[in-house]
């Protein structure tokens, strides 16, 4: 029979592969070589660095991880020594789009924005960022996509590049993966000279990956004034983040914003495809199951005398109360991934109606191209 190792953190995997393999459920941490030795398959997170310490010697096959990043695995030497590697492309798009909607909901609520009109730079235009893009138009901001490698193979669409836009936006959001090396490299793509370059009320959101900013960087042009902002849900050197930087950023989070039921579920029912077809296991369209329902999910919105982006900001953050997030990170640093393995239930937009009194058509076509699944006019 197979052996399978796997995070425990993983959710819904239980019982999925257990009657084709053995599989053994362990903290990322603790994955480590010894564990793997007579492994035929690892399925991880990003926690667990999959690369030649770890993997030198094993019997594993193939490894799966249930996340949108591979950086935690050493691709090259993974190919070069014949084990199969796969992520989860996609599967917490959703969930990072309602991140960043949270924030556009809290720059009315608590900064009293008007977004329309808005510009927003989107850093990345991959599965998270063609939605956050849709997201942002469905509202009426301008949207500047920066994305050179797509920028070089079509040519028939239009795409910025971050120097052309940087003095710009009033938003610049981060959703790339990270890479160190190359003309496109995205290691410390926000440094300072990007940063002095950019309007001094601008609002930067990193929610792909620490180092994409450079945190020391982004202190000084806090400190300066020089930016109006920072949202930020990853970190340089997680899980010890720089909690100066924490005190300093407008809202801070512990790698949460693709942690949505639903995303986690798609990450896993990926993972499960990946090994049924590796090892022919016959459950190719294993689907994940007990998906917790949404608290209340009908947001019953009075629109009379609200703004259209009252209301938007009104139903966004009643579906994710992003603030709560930022609260939890702050009242203890050394949570950080307490808070990312206990993360409570929380559902995407399509988890969500919405019955509008005194709304009108905009509104709900508004509400239903941002992903609420049914909006109600009473």
């Known amino acids: 029979m197979l052996k399978i190792v796997a995070d425990n953190k993983i959710p819904f995997l239980k019982g999925a592969l257990e009657p084709y393999a053995q599989v053994h459920y362990l903290p990322g941490a603790e994955i480590n070589n010894e564990v793997l030795k007579d492994a035929d398959a690892l399925v991880t997170r990003t926690r667990t660095k999959c690369n030649a310490s770890s993997l030198a010697d094993t019997k594993v096959k193939i490894i799966t991880s249930a996340t949108i990043g591979f950086d935690h695995i050493d691709t090259e030497w993974c190919e070069q020594n014949n084990i199969s590697w796969t992520n989860a492309p996609g599967c917490n798009s959703e969930s990072v789009k309602q991140y960043v909607g949270a924030v556009l909901a809290l720059l009315v609520d608590e900064k009293g924005w008007r977004l ?40 028939n669409k239009r795409f910025y590049t971050l120097d052309e836009v940087v003095d710009k936006a009033d938003i610049i959001t981060f959703h790339t993966p990270l890479t160190r090396t190359g003309e496109d490299k995205t290691f410390h793509l926000c440094d300072q000279a990007l940063l002095s370059n950019m309007k001094k009320n601008t609002i930067i959101i990193n929610s792909s990956r620490g180092e994409v ?139 969500y109606a919405v019955r509008l009194l005194k709304g009108n058509a905009g509104l709900k076509d508004t509400l239903l191209k941002i992903g609420f699944s049914r909006v109600d006019t009473v």
């Open 213 to 351: 900013v450079d945190g020391k960087s982004l202190k000084q042009a806090l400190q300066k004034d020089l930016i109006g902002g920072a949202v930020l849900d990853v970190w340089e050197h997680e899980p010890s983040i720089d909690s100066e930087l924490l005190e300093m950023v407008w809202i801070g989070t512990p790698h949460i914003a693709g942690y949505s039921q639903d995303g986690k579920a798609n990450g896993t029912q990926m993972s499960v495809q990946a090994i049924s077809r590796f090892f022919k296991l016959g459950i190719d369209d294993w689907e994940a199951t007990g998906i917790p329902q949404a608290k209340e999910p009908t947001i019953t919105i009075d629109a009379g005398g609200c703004t259209k982006e009252e209301v938007l900001a009104k139903a966004i953050l009643h579906s994710y109360p992003l603030k709560s997030d930022d609260a939890d990170l702050r009242s203890d640093l050394g949570r950080f991934e307490y808070l990312r393995g206990a993360y409570p239930v929380r559902r995407e937009f399509q988890a």
């Open 116 to 155: 329309a009109g808005k510009s927003i730079a989107v850093v990345g235009v991959g599965n998270v960022g063609s939605k956050v893009s849709e997201m942002a138009r469905a509202i009426g901001m301008t949207v500047y996509e920066v994305d050179p490698p797509r920028a070089i193979v079509e040519k």
